[in-house]
Nanobody
């Protein structure tokens, strides 16, 4: 099994920055894709950013140019640097990894959500 621990999030003013981290642990054999989703009140969960094992990234159009996803494979950790935050970025952010672990087939694992609130 794989456990994910998320850190970061909080309250920030419009135009500010936050950095989210998500560390995976457990009997991990390999991690392919990592990424972040978010869910705002009354809305469906949406993909924010993803990163492949080789470092290829993709972003939602709404965050392109403002958010940067990265990963540290040695630490099994994915990061989301969020700059120029807007009130519409307010949501609960969830990390996920697609991982192969001992005794389990490759599957998605989700971290606990972390609240990001952008407000003056």
């Amino acid at each position: 099994q794989v456990q994910l621990v998320v850190s970061g999030g909080g309250l920030v003013q419009p135009g500010g920055s936050l950095r989210l981290s998500c560390a995976a642990s457990g009997s991990i054999l390999s991690i392919s894709r990592m990424g972040w989703h978010r869910q705002a009140p009354g809305k469906q969960r949406e993909l924010v950013a993803g990163i492949s094992a080789g470092g290829t990234t993709n972003y939602a159009a709404s965050v392109q140019g403002r958010f940067t996803i990265s990963r540290d494979n040695a630490k099994n950790t994915v990061y989301l640097q969020m700059n120029s935050l807007k009130p519409e970025d307010t949501a609960v952010y969830y990390c996920y990894v697609l991982a192969l672990s001992e005794g389990y087939s490759r599957r998605d694992y989700w971290g606990q959500g972390t609240q990001v609130t952008v407000s003056s």
